[in-house]
Nanobody, 124 residues
Framework: QLQFVQSGGGLVQPGGSLRLSCAGP????????IGWFRQAPGKEREGVSC????????NYADSVKGRFTVSKDDAQYTSWLQIDNLKPEDTAVYFC?????????????????WGRGTQVTVSS
């Protein structure tokens, strides 16, 4: 079930940065964990990060630790994924989703409400 409007993707050179947004006006962000996932062509959807409902816990996949930063503002009904030092292997469609818990496993099955995705392409 789609709920969110995503933006911020684009074409960037390696080493560049992007800030992805996930907006859901009226959606109760304060009751849900927000997860971020990505899917590259021919590959399965991969969890990259999540933030707990109260924002006190965040989790990152090993492949993005130190480069990605997740945040959210419940009053603005928005979550962001700041992506720095982009690499070609980060090229994918990035999705945000809301679920009951931000877990260490970053499983897509734990999330019920999804955005349509935004394309990130890293190329020189």
């Amino acid at each position: 079930q789609l709920q969110f409007v995503q933006s911020g993707g684009g074409l960037v050179q390696p080493g560049g940065s992007l800030r992805l947004s996930c907006a859901g006006p009226g959606f109760p962000f304060d009751y849900y964990a927000i997860g971020w996932f990505r899917q590259a062509p021919g590959k399965e959807r991969e969890g990259v990060s999540c933030i707990s409902s109260i924002g006190g816990f965040t989790n990152y996949a090993d492949s993005v630790k130190g480069r990605f930063t997740v945040s959210k503002d419940d009053a603005q009904y928005t979550s962001w994924l700041q992506i720095d030092n982009l690499k070609p292997e980060d090229t994918a469609v990035y999705f945000c989703a809301a679920g009951a818990v931000c877990s260490m496993n970053l499983r897509a099955d734990d999330y019920d409400y999804w955005g349509r995705g935004t394309q990130v392409t890293v190329s020189s």
